[in-house]
C-alpha cells in the first residue's frame, strides 16, 4: 500500500500513484503480518514513484530468503499484472481486480442480479452477499474468483456520486467559456454542449449530467 506525507527530507517520498489524491508524495510499503495476531513480521519501504506490482517479485523473494513458507498474500488491484500473479503463484493468494478488465466486467453482468440482496447467498459473518465463480481462466491461469455486493456500501456509494455529480455541474458551471478542454475535464460525468450564448448567464454553453453514465455507477455500487 502507500501512504502520503507532507514531511520533509524523506527519501523515499515521491510522487507517485497515491491512492488518495492529495497532490502530497508517498510512500510505498509492503507489510506482512501474523495473520492471527496481526503482529507485523516483516516490512519494506519503496520509493513512492515505483509501482506496487513492479516490486511484488522482489519482494517474494526476500521474505523466501527470511524463511517464511506458510503465506497468504493479500493484494489491493494496483498489484494486478501477470508479472505479479507468476511471482505469487505458488502460495495462496487474493487480489482485487481492477474495474476495467473484461472478466470483472462480465463477472458483472452474468452474477450482479443473481446475487444483489439474496439470502442464498447471504455471509452472516461479514453482513454481505458473495457467490464463489470456480475455475475462471485469467491471465493464462485458472483460478476462483469471487464477486460480493455489500448493500450499506451501495447506499454510501450512491450518495456519493449523487454528490459528485452536483459538485461537478456546479464546478462546469462556474467556468466563463466553451472549450475542448471543458468538456474533456467532466467527461464522463457531464455531457457539455456548446449553445447560443444566453442572454441571462452570458454562457454559450449548457451542462448536464450523462444519465448513461451516472446510471452504469449506480447499478455497480456495493459490488466487489
Same mark, same amino acid.
Given at each position: 500500500? =502507500? ?13 507517485? *500513484? ?7 508524495? #508517498?510512500?510505498?510499503? $509492503? +507489510? ?12 519494506? *519501504? ?5 509501482? #506496487? ?21 493479500? +493484494? ?9 500473479? #507468476?511471482?505469487?503463484?505458488?502460495? =495462496? ?5 481492477? #474495474? ?9 453482468? @452474468?452474477?450482479? $442480479?443473481?446475487?444483489?440482496?439474496? &439470502?442464498?447467498?447471504?455471509?452472516? &459473518? ?23 455486493? @455489500? ?5 454510501? &456509494? ?8 452536483? +459538485?461537478?455541474?456546479? $464546478?462546469?458551471? !462556474?467556468?466563463?467559456?466553451? !472549450? ?6 467532466? !467527461? ?9 450564448? @444566453? ?13 448513461? *453514465? ?6 455497480? $455500487?456495493?459490488?466487489?
Amino acid at each position: 500500500t =502507500n501512504q502520503n506525507t507532507n514531511s520533509h527530507g524523506i527519501e523515499l517520498a515521491e510522487f507517485g *500513484h497515491a491512492k488518495v489524491k492529495e497532490n502530497l508524495p #508517498d510512500i510505498n510499503t $509492503a +507489510m506482512f503480518v501474523d495473520e492471527i495476531t496481526g503482529i507485523p513480521m516483516y516490512y519494506e *519501504h519503496f520509493y513512492g514513484s515505483i509501482l #506496487d506490482k513492479t516490486e511484488t517479485p522482489f519482494t517474494i523473494e526476500k521474505v523466501k530468503d527470511l524463511g517464511f513458507k506458510k503465506l497468504f498474500l493479500m +493484494m489491493d488491484r494496483g498489484y494486478f499484472s501477470q508479472k505479479s500473479l #507468476d511471482a505469487v503463484g505458488e502460495y =495462496n493468494f487474493a487480489i482485487m481486480c481492477p #474495474d476495467s478488465l473484461q472478466i470483472v466486467k462480465q463477472l458483472f453482468k @452474468d452474477y450482479s $442480479a443473481e446475487i444483489k440482496d439474496s &439470502e442464498k447467498y447471504y455471509i452472516s &459473518e461479514e453482513n454481505i452477499y458473495g457467490k464463489r465463480i470456480r475455475n475462471m481462466e485469467v491471465c493464462g491461469g485458472t483460478y476462483n474468483c469471487y464477486i460480493y455486493y @455489500d448493500s450499506k456500501r451501495a447506499e454510501e &456509494e450512491r450518495a456519493t456520486i449523487h454528490t459528485k455529480v452536483q +459538485m461537478m455541474i456546479k $464546478a462546469a458551471l !462556474s467556468r466563463k467559456r466553451f !472549450s475542448k478542454k471543458l468538456q474533456e475535464t467532466f !467527461s464522463p460525468w457531464l455531457i457539455i454542449e456548446k449553445s447560443e450564448k @444566453d442572454p441571462t448567464t452570458g454562457k454559450s454553453f449548457t451542462v448536464k449530467e450523462s444519465k448513461r *453514465h451516472v446510471q452504469q455507477c449506480l447499478d455497480k $455500487a456495493g459490488f466487489f
